[in-house]
């Protein structure tokens, strides 16, 4: 049996969970995609049209959605994409959809009320951004700006409200009404983080590992929003940057993601427990990942694309499923 099926994947009634343990998962991958030694559920399935890497990926109306990211664009040369494709999973098969108004990398992108809305990001030109647009028939819709500019940030969805958590310059904290319309700032978590994912679990924000001038990460910080307050979570086994995460019921799930020293892009994938106390090490990536997203498909996951090599752009286009049953 499977590591993650083992698990009994994301139920949080689940009162004995047993989860097979490699140490082995957490080995990092040479520049080129080989598979890697330990077992693994993750299979193949259709490639993305357009290979990329940072860029955000959200389920919408059951089929999971790429926005912007770097393509490479012949050898040594590095572009901005502003394509978006969405995969069904019933077809195995991608689609296009309408372009953004402009090409995004390290953007953010939420799903509410199956209104699908595209965060900040850097420009081509490199600069963070404070664009939000809403994919309304097949056009981009402005919407009002975040209240700053933010590239390699976070974006979760919890309750009525869309929170932008980290990202370059500042590391701010921001949360946006879709019904309203409006956005407000809020106190930041105590460590400033970019690189980092956001989940959501029991109406709570969980800001995930990430870095901040060099320094890579493995802990949490949680906030509540009825006191308005951040506490610290469990830390992750591994520190990591620059990877996907996703939160199906009480579980959240982290994969992928980058090094700097030893230089690396990560095969490790981690599971937080039924009781949000500790993360477990479940099956490993075929290969290292970084700049990657993670989304939940009904108990399985989903990691379209990301790049094989550590502060570098060499894309996969290939995407992966795990099966949680």
């Given at each position: 049996?499977?590591?993650?099926?083992?698990?009994?994947?994301?139920?949080?009634?689940?009162?004995?969970?047993?989860v097979?343990?490699?140490?082995?998962s957490?080995?990092?991958?040479?520049?080129?995609?080989?598979?890697?030694?330990?077992?693994?559920?993750?299979?193949?399935?259709?490639?993305?049209?357009?290979?990329?890497?940072?860029?955000?990926?959200?389920v919408l109306?059951?089929?999971?959605?790429?926005?912007?990211?770097?393509?490479?664009?012949?050898?040594?040369?590095?572009?901005?994409?502003?394509?978006?494709?969405?995969?069904?999973?019933?077809?195995?098969?991608?689609?296009?959809?309408?372009?953004?108004?402009?090409?995004i990398?390290h953007?953010?992108?939420?799903?509410?009320?199956?209104?699908?809305?595209?965060?900040?990001?850097?420009?081509?030109?490199?600069?963070?951004?404070?664009?939000?647009?809403?994919?309304?028939?097949?056009?981009?819709?402005?919407?009002?700006?975040?209240?700053?500019?933010?590239?390699?940030?976070?974006?979760?969805?919890?309750?009525?409200w869309?929170?932008?958590?980290?990202?370059?310059?500042?590391?701010?904290?921001?949360?946006?009404?879709?019904?309203?319309?409006?956005?407000?700032?809020?106190?930041?978590?105590?460590?400033?983080?970019?690189?980092?994912?956001?989940?959501?679990?029991?109406?709570?924000?969980?800001?995930?590992?990430?870095?901040?001038?060099?320094?890579?990460?493995?802990?949490?910080?949680?906030?509540?929003?009825?006191?308005?307050?951040?506490?610290?979570?469990?830390?992750?086994?591994?520190?990591?940057?620059?990877?996907?995460?996703v939160?199906?019921?009480?579980r959240?799930?982290v994969?992928?993601?980058?090094?700097?020293?030893?230089?690396?892009?990560?095969?490790?994938?981690?599971?937080l427990?039924?009781?949000?106390?500790?993360?477990?090490?479940?099956?490993?990536?075929?290969?290292g990942?970084?700049?990657?997203?993670?989304?939940?498909?009904?108990?399985?996951?989903l990691?379209?694309?990301?790049s094989?090599?550590?502060?570098?752009?060499?894309?996969?286009?290939?995407?992966?499923?795990?099966?949680?049953e």
């Open positions: 049996m499977r590591a993650f099926a083992a698990a009994t994947l994301f139920m949080a009634t689940t009162a004995c969970v047993t097979m343990v490699d140490d082995s957490s080995t990092t991958t040479p520049d080129s995609p080989t598979t890697t030694t330990a077992p693994t559920g993750w299979v193949e399935v259709a490639p993305m049209r357009v290979a990329r890497s940072e860029h955000p990926g959200v109306d059951g089929e999971v959605v790429v926005i912007g990211g770097f393509i490479e664009e012949g050898v040594g040369r590095i572009g901005v994409t502003d394509t978006v494709e969405a995969y069904s999973p019933d077809t195995d098969t991608w689609r296009d959809l309408p372009n953004l108004p402009e090409p990398h953007g953010m992108a939420a799903v509410f009320a199956e209104r699908l809305f595209a965060l900040g990001g850097y420009s081509s030109g490199g600069d963070p951004v404070d664009s939000m647009w809403e994919l309304v028939g097949d056009a981009w819709i402005d919407r009002p700006p975040l209240p700053g500019a933010v590239g390699a940030g976070a974006a979760v969805v919890v309750d009525d869309v929170y932008v958590v980290g990202g370059s310059p500042d590391g701010g904290f921001y949360r946006y009404h879709p019904e309203s319309n409006a956005w407000a700032e809020l106190p930041g978590p105590a460590v400033q983080r970019e690189h980092l994912t956001a989940a959501s679990r029991d109406g709570e924000v969980w800001a995930i590992a990430g870095r901040w001038q060099g320094e890579i990460f493995d802990t949490i910080e949680i906030y509540n929003s009825e006191s308005q307050t951040w506490r610290s979570g469990p830390n992750l086994n591994e520190a990591r940057s620059g990877f996907g995460a939160a199906i019921g009480e959240i799930v994969a992928g993601g980058e090094l700097f020293s030893p230089e690396a892009a990560l095969t490790s994938v981690e599971m427990d039924a009781d949000g106390a500790a993360w477990v090490l479940i099956d490993p990536l075929p290969h990942l970084h700049g990657n997203p993670l989304v939940g498909l009904g108990s399985d996951l990691l379209p694309g990301g094989t090599r550590a502060r570098d752009v060499i894309n996969d286009g290939r995407t992966y499923r795990l099966t949680g």
